[in-house]
């Protein structure tokens, strides 16, 4: 929440925008998730691509 | 000898035997094994045991009741001991619901959202607006209310301790969870809102507006997600009348440029309109040869040029026409998905849940819906934001679109890249082959559809005629917490399945008890899903009838949360683990999904198994669990039990194994599934990557499915993508400020750059 500010810089006070898939769904910032599906998000793994079957 | 009691309150009153007899007789009467002479017998012996334990101290009412629970055992009267205990527990339940309610309320009103967690319970309402506190304070009194008047006590004593987690619980009494809005029907000759009427749409803008419309309207009347499952063919005739129009425009046009003519636009649509009789053909953007000689013969005619001039006029209106058809087809796409991420729903707290398939109509206009809608969503929102709603999801299916050389594998391919950048479209597989069994080839109605987070309609025991997408949902849910189940059954099978049975009994008693309620409703009281004929069969009721039997077309499912987790306390091992806790793991689901297969022959109705999508619920079952089992490793030792049927997401995994062992999971749950996996931002910006992935879960036979990938954007200078702690565009760390020149710079480089506005 903020405007240009007095030397002309742009942006204090301005977050990234995380978009993440909740469920089947997206959630446009993640302050709206619960604790618990936050704390989901937080242990998400990346899978490989590499098939180790 | 006992003299007196302490009543709740404090007061001290007489004691009264006769009280004590009355409430055992309701007790005995209820449960049929006794009359008042065993009421008496039995209230002796309370009375006896009341002086034996306080002699001349005063009992207070719970000892008193502790008393009667004990006697009525002792006395044999086992059914009559669980009628009271029932009966004391709600009368307990009542007296709390009302503070309860109160401090709910007190939460709602004083607490911010963004540290309540209650009120973010569902991450779609904004909790902190007005109407949003508005709706939450409703939801929380319905949720007392239904709890109170509506639930049968062993319902509701299950769903308060967390057996089980009846959804979307403050809508009970009101309305049915979602439905596959069939927009060619509901277009044909116009429709009502409720708040006006809407004639036939003319364009494909209008098409588009009154698709989000539709959308808007209908979520007024249910409580769950809102879905097009035919957005393509629906769109298309949209697209249709739009080219026509372009083409009688542009005909017109050129003709008055070409012979310095005015006004000759209702000679020219006359004459096409004759073209068209005598071709047999539509002005449309397909080939149309005999079409266009017979607009050439009639330009002949009418005025003085020759046929070579009449073939370059019509060569050059045609591809003017296609192109500011496609133009306004892209404007018509755009405006749609602006539309549903902005427009409100439900007095301004949330935007309408929304969905729509397509992906399959191979005609010309079917096409370049596709293709527009998808760079619509690529192009995302004002400032480039990533769309959040509709919910696109892109039907796969061999011979269509999924291998080269089927018509529509451009748009497949478009498909991945689009969502190789912004999350959707998600996938749905029809040949998987629960969903190929339906399938008959020039009948969308028989593709299979996705709405809401997950949700699928198919099979239709009540009407096996029916068994189609279209105009169907579901009607509730309930779900079951089974880790609860596998750690009472202590590591013993046996005493699992039947716990699970009884679980399942209880929860199909619970859905059949809710859908009585929806039953008894009538078409005013959803004026657009029923009054509008959305819902398969409304068209045919009068105001007089109730919903039951069109109702039956619908879904009652159960679903269930955290295999993993059950699998791992009743064997120590979860399914992603060994193939022999897979085995494990299907024979449970497979238990449920047979239970639901009986029990809709049994009632001739849709019993159908969901993996539920638990975004609330993931957190809620496992701190009552942890509350009452302590912490268990594997088990209860997170914050959240694991979706459905999922590997657990913290379990180190490929692409390959996930999916090859979610996917039968799929086949079992036919009420619904989803499968994602975790690519990082490398991968996804390979879009061979992508497609090599939707191809796996297409060839394992998942039903659907969708890629997740981090989505990251700095308002600041638009970038969309991977962001660590700096910005890979603008160099500057999250809060940080970077000078308005360094702007300026950027934006030679990225002209598409969209301008910050300081205000986010």
């Not at chain 2, 094994?33 to 002796?44: H, I, L, M, P, T």
């Amino acid at each position: 929440m903020t405007v240009k500010s007095e030397n002309e810089k742009l942006g204090q006070g301005v977050g990234f925008e995380r978009i993440r898939r909740i469920t089947g769904y997206l959630v446009g910032t993640m302050d709206k998730w619960n604790d618990a599906k936050r704390a989901e998000e937080r242990d998400r793994v990346k899978h490989g691509l590499k098939n180790n079957a | 000898m006992i003299q007196s009691i302490i009543k709740r309150d404090g007061r001290v009153v007489l004691y009264d035997q006769n009280k004590i007899a009355s409430a055992i007789l309701r007790a005995l009467e209820a449960a049929r094994e006794g009359d008042a002479s065993d009421a008496a017998r039995v209230a002796n012996d309370v009375q006896r045991e009341l002086e034996g334990r306080f002699r001349d101290r005063a009992p207070n009412i719970e000892d008193i009741q502790d008393a009667v629970e004990r006697q009525l055992m002792n006395h044999g009267f086992i059914a009559s001991a669980k009628a009271y205990i029932l009966y004391r527990a709600n009368r307990t339940r009542a007296r709390e619901a009302n503070t309860t309610l109160m401090k709910n309320i007190d939460e709602i009103t004083k607490i911010d959202a963004r540290i309540s967690d209650m009120k973010r319970d569902n991450a779609n309402i904004d909790g902190n607006t007005a109407m949003g506190s508005m709706l939450q304070i409703g939801s929380a009194g319905a949720k007392a209310y239904n709890e109170m008047y509506l639930l049968r006590p062993e319902h509701a004593k299950a769903y308060r301790e967390g057996d089980i987690h009846i959804h979307d619980f403050d809508f009970y009494s009101l309305t049915t969870t979602c439905c596959q809005i069939d927009i060619q029907k509901l277009f044909k000759g116009g429709f009502s809102t409720g708040h006006g009427y809407l004639r036939e749409p003319n364009s494909i803008q209008s098409y588009a507006a009154l698709a989000a419309i539709a959308i808007q309207s209908n979520q007024n009347d249910q409580h769950g997600g809102q879905s097009i499952p035919n957005f393509d063919y629906g769109m298309a005739e949209g697209v249709a009348k739009t080219y026509r129009k372009a083409y009688i425009r542009q005909l017109t046009e050129a003709l008055e440029d070409l012979l310095n003519l005015e006004d000759e636009e209702a000679v020219i649509k006359d004459l096409v309109t004759t073209a068209e009789r005598s071709s047999a053909e539509t002005a449309r953007l397909e080939n149309t040869p005999a079409f266009e000689q017979a607009v050439a013969n009639g330009l002949v005619n009418r005025y003085q040029i020759t046929k070579q001039q009449a073939a370059v006029l019509i060569t050059r209106v045609r591809k003017r026409a296609v192109k500011k058809t496609d133009r306004d087809t892209y404007q018509a796409m755009e405006g749609f998905v602006h539309n549903l991420n902005t427009m409100h729903s439900r007095a301004g707290a949330q935007t309408p849940f929304s969905s729509i398939n397509y992906g399959t109509d191979t005609s010309p206009e079917g096409r370049m819906v596709i293709r527009n809608i998808l760079l619509a969503l690529d192009a995302g929102l004002g400032h480039g934001e990533t769309c959040i709603f509709p919910i696109h999801i892109f039907k796969v299916k061999e011979g269509v679109n999924y291998n080269e050389g089927d018509p529509n594998y451009d748009l497949f391919r478009l498909s991945c890249k689009v969502s190789a950048k912004r999350l959707f479209p998600n996938y749905t597989f029809l040949d998987a082959p629960f969903n190929l069994q339906y399938y008959v080839p020039g009948r969308p109605e028989t593709e299979v559809a996705t709405m809401g987070c997950r949700t699928r309609v198919m099979g239709n025991v009540f009407d096996p005629n029916r068994q189609i997408a279209y105009s169907r949902g579901n009607l509730s849910f309930t779900s079951i917490n089974l880790p609860r189940i596998a750690i009472e059954a202590g590591g013993d099978e046996k005493l699992f399945y039947a716990r699970l049975q009884e679980m399942l009994e209880l929860v199909a008693q619970q859905l059949l008890d809710r859908f009585e309620i929806q039953a008894d409703k009538h078409i005013y009281n959803y004026p657009f899903l029923m009054g509008q004929g959305v819902w398969l069969d409304s068209d045919k009721l009068t105001m007089k009838d109730d919903l039951r039997e069109v109702l039956k077309h619908g879904t009652l499912s159960i679903g269930f949360i955290g295999l993993a987790e059950a699998l791992t306390a009743l064997y120590g091992n979860h399914h992603g683990e060994s193939e022999e806790m897979q085995k494990k793991g299907l024979e449970i689901i497979g238990y449920m999904r047979d239970y639901c297969d009986k029990k809709s022959q049994e009632m001739k109705m849709n019993f159908t198994l969901l993996a539920t999508p638990a975004e609330g619920l993931s957190g809620r079952f496992i701190r009552m669990d942890q509350k009452r089992f302590g912490r268990i490793q594997g088990v209860t030792d997170r914050e959240y039990y694991t979706n459905s049927f999922h590997i657990p997401v913290w379990y180190d995994i490929s692409v390959y194994d996930k999916i090859r062992l979610e996917a039968p999971y799929h086949a079992l749950c036919n009420a619904g599934h989803i499968s994602y996996v975790e690519l990082d931002g490398d991968t996804v910006r390979n879009v061979e990557a992508f497609e090599s992935v939707v191809r796996c879960m297409h060839d394992f036979g998942i039903g659907y499915g969708s890629i997740n990938h981090p989505v990251d954007r700095d308002p600041v200078c638009g970038y969309v993508g991977v962001i660590g702690d700096v910005c890979p565009r603008c160099g500057r760390r999250e809060g940080e400020s970077i000078p308005a020149e360094r702007i300026e710079e950027l934006k030679k480089l990225y002209p598409e750059m969209p301008a910050f506005r300081g205000i986010q």
